[in-house]
């Protein structure tokens, strides 16, 4: 039998390879973020011997009955004094999955601020419920800046069970009213651990004080999720912080990745001067690279002599971001003078600083209903939205598209403190956790859908069949397109006219403000279905060929289009063989962690149940799977004759 090598090397280079995750708490105030994260710390072996001394002593002198780890965390005097979080502190340790990094940040309203910059670089939000008190204002208001934020994985740890004798109905209870809460969050990963932060129960290890409790503890947790997927390596986006110019041969332009890989060889755009060239060259810290990727700083070499300064960016020449001089943004006001709207702020977006004003602010968002309300100034720890008029154009992306590109902070010109920070949100469209306040109308109350005096059937008619839509649903490299093709090739060889809507192609213009979030998932069909519907209305037959992967999604363009008239054709082809075929080498990117949420390597596709066809393109060739459509269609009567 071989041995298992675990000597002082392997260790040390487990340690090294292993991912870093930032970690940040928040919750109300007394909820036990500081005791939390000092028995973590604690159990884990992560506090030093005269820090455990020095928590011993403390423990004694404010007359505390057992050891109080929230003093690891409270370094200032006042916080020691009162028993809160004040400012935020951060703490670094290590297990031989993972290195970490936690902020613990302030329950108190007056310090939102401090909770909003330890959350903004994390990429993991641990909100804290006091199980005697539920939830919260306070934990709505953290977990909705977290959402604001970014941050895609939340864990709502249900503290202090030991006071409530454990009790599965009270933990319960708390996980129904904050599942109705986060449902207008932006929150894709949510997952619920009953804790006592004091006692040690589901911590580190499994409590059996607990065994209703099916999932694991804490820190098994933190070790386990996943966050590869989360960060940006599509986009390229990288802004000049300084021009390194060590002697006459050497020009280097020297800064941090904010998203994307470049390499050797690359085409890129320079901002704002629209100048082509190729990266020369790559050097990181340790020397020559041949590659490099977010979040890593470097120096790139170009192969042109090109006017580049600070504050200009580097892009791929086929992906740019946009470039406004007037952003709609999401703003945490974190001054004690409020927003004036027209006054001048200064601006701080990636590497450049410069002037702005704030020329309207549209609403103010109550962080307890999520809701939209009146507002003429932001006051200290408001959220509104606001449009923001620029001195100089910013080159920027959606925050939920990207966090380093899509933020920026507002200063103030005479005192020169951080008055706000701003998430830009597409113009136009408002994020999902802005709802309208009840008491507002829809404007679908004013719209009446007009007909005219042709009706569909006259259509049909004249072209000669019945309109229809053929849903075309399989995971990517399934032949959805290529089947699509075909079969209006043969459509129009026969005298009916029918259109193919393409994936692809409508993401390139109608939809490309879209992601692939489930959200925008979920708004990419929908937007397809409305113009499906128009075209059946226009006597067309209609190909649509999408991944489609939720059938919440799917049955809502039924719903759209008419049941009479949407047809749900599943190309079934195992994963095996689409990842085979693999034509873009989408698979092989999204196994390499470049893209997020691909369907059927890292986000889900649910098949349909019971489609209209099934098609398996992977024993049929592409001719007689789109022979079997065109059958479907006149053996039910949308067509008069093929």
């Known amino acids: 039998m071989g041995t298992v090598n675990s000597g002082p090397e392997t260790i040390l280079k487990r340690s090294r390879e292993a991912d870093l995750l930032r970690v940040s708490t928040a919750g109300s105030v007394d909820d036990g973020k500081s005791t939390l994260i000092g028995r973590l710390l604690y159990e884990a072996n992560g506090i030093y011997e005269d820090q455990l001394a020095a928590v011993r002593k403390d423990s004694a002198r404010f007359k505390r009955e057992v050891l109080d780890l929230s003093l690891v965390m409270d370094g200032l005097k006042a916080e020691r004094e009162q028993g809160i979080t004040i400012d935020v502190a951060y703490r670094y340790f290590s297990t031989p999955q993972r290195h970490f990094i936690i902020a613990d940040t302030p329950g108190h309203e007056q310090y939102t601020r401090n909770m909003a910059t330890g959350a903004s670089t994390s990429d993991l939000a641990i909100i804290l419920i006091d199980a005697r008190q539920g939830v ?131 085409e890129i755009l320079v901002l704002p001067s629209r100048r082509k060239t190729r990266v020369r060259s790559i050097a990181g810290y340790e020397g020559e690279l041949p590659y490099a990727f977010a979040p890593q700083s470097i120096t790139v070499t170009l192969e042109d002599e090109v006017d580049i300064t600070r504050g200009d960016m580097l892009v791929h020449s086929a992906n740019l971001p946009q470039i406004r001089r007037e952003i709609e943004a999401i703003l945490v006001w974190m001054d004690q003078a409020p927003l004036v709207p027209g006054k001048v702020y200064y601006i701080k977006h990636t590497t450049q600083l410069f002037k702005c004003s704030v020329t309207h602010l549209q609403f103010r968002i109550d962080p307890a209903s999520l809701s939209r309300r009146d507002a003429t100034a932001l006051e200290l720890n408001d959220i509104g939205r606001v449009t923001v008029q620029c001195f100089r154009p910013v080159f920027c992306d959606e925050y939920t598209k990207n966090r380093q590109t899509g933020s920026f902070i507002l200063i103030d010109p005479l005192t020169h403190s951080t008055a706000a920070a701003g998430m830009i949100i597409e113009r136009g469209r408002l994020t999902s956790t802005a709802r309208p306040a009840d008491t507002t109308v829809s404007p679908a109350a004013f719209i009446h859908r007009q007909e005219g005096a042709i009706l569909n059937k006259d259509r049909g008619r004249l072209l000669k069949q019945r309109p229809a839509t053929l849903w075309l649903t399989g995971l990517s490299g399934s032949g959805k397109s290529t089947v699509a093709y075909e079969a209006e090739k043969k459509l129009i060889a026969a005298g009916h006219l029918c259109y193919v809507l393409d994936g692809d192609n409508v993401r390139s213009g109608l939809n490309r403000d879209l992601g692939f979030s489930p959200q925008d998932r979920g708004e990419n069909i929908r937007r397809v279905a409305e113009v499906a519907r128009l075209l059946n209305e226009a006597g067309l037959i209609v190909i649509a060929a999408f991944i489609s992967p939720y ?44 893209i997020p949420e691909f369907t059927g390597v890292n986000a889900p596709y649910e098949a349909p149940e019971a489609p209209a066809l099934r098609i398996k393109t992977g024993e049929l060739a592409v001719d007689l799977a789109a022979g079997n459509i065109c059958l479907y269609l006149k053996e039910k009567g949308f067509l008069e004759a093929l």
């Open 136 to 266: 919260l204002i306070q934990s709505r208001r953290h977990a909705f800046i977290a959402s604001l934020l970014g941050i895609r994985h939340l864990v709502i740890a249900v503290n202090k069970m030991d006071l409530v004798d454990y009790s599965e109905d009270v933990f319960r209870q708390i996980v129904r009213d904050f599942d109705n809460f986060s449902e207008k969050l932006q929150a894709p990963d949510l997952v619920y651990i009953p804790v006592s932060a004091l006692k040690g129960d589901n911590v580190v290890a499994k409590s059996d004080r607990m065994p209703w409790y099916k999932g694991p503890p804490l820190l098994n947790h933190l070790e386990n999720v996943r966050i590869l997927s989360d960060r940006n390596l599509i986009d390229l986006r990288f802004p000049v912080q300084y021009v390194l110019r060590p002697n006459m041969d050497f020009r280097g332009y020297s800064g941090r990745l904010a998203s994307g890989v470049i390499r050797r060889g690359d």
């Open 551 to 594: 059938r919440e999604d799917r049955a809502q363009a039924k719903k759209i289009i008419g049941e009479d008239r949407f047809i749900e054709v599943f190309l079934d082809v195992p994963l095996e063989i689409c990842e085979k075929r693999d034509p873009k080498d989408l698979y092989k990117k999204a196994r390499a962690g470049l």
